[in-house]
């Protein structure tokens, strides 16, 4: 019985009759599989809960199949198979991949202080909100006023938000920028918004500050740097070297 249960361990590969093949999954790739279908997304294009509601189906065993389907199954109704064709492999693997990743994401917005500030469970001192995006006060701020414009999807950085989120959170600045001239009067406002630990992010959660400026207010390295000439043919070869990325 043991061993029957042990040819089903997550990771393992397995056949459905007549001869789909699949992959079962361990219960975070599970959960991810569910959540993904209730978005509308692959995979699976089907899904039947009655399978594991059935007082019958005394093991059950999620499996996603090569056709990014996924399903619950009868350990009956399935055959362990050691090794399926190269590219079906690959293809089990690419969407486990996919499933991994989702599910890793979700721990992290679980995790994340600004997802908990969207959903209402950390408060906030908000200034300004749409269907996409959030604004509220820094509440460490450089100077009075300083704001910061968060997706209200999360997304870590410059790299992973998606470009309607990111052209909302431009717009949104644009306004919140009006809003903070006429109540604060600055002399001018810097837009800041950092990527990665080595620039200092701290919240893991895209967003983007602005920061009114006035006079006799401490400088910001930021914007304040010294003009001095940088060596030009380093300059020349670093921007072929992103514009050759940046088409390739
Ligand atoms: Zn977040």
Redesign the pocket.
Known sequence: MNQRKMAFDPGQYVKLLPGLVGIVLNKAQYLAATKLLKQGQKPGRYFAPGCCQHPDYVIQIPVLFEDETFDVMRAMNIKHIDSPPPKKRQKLRTIIEKLDQYSRREQ??ED?????I?KGEIPCFKVYEDDKVLAFEDINPIDLGHTLI?PK????NLFEIPDEDLAAIHLAAKKIARGIREALNPTGIACLQLNGKGANQV????HFHLVPRHEGAPELPITSWELKPGDMGAIEETAKKIAAAIEG
């Not at 919240?203 to 895209?206: A, E, K």
């Open positions: 992290t917005m994340c202080i600004f997802c908990k969207v968060i999807n999360h997304a870590e919240v893991m959660h895209y």
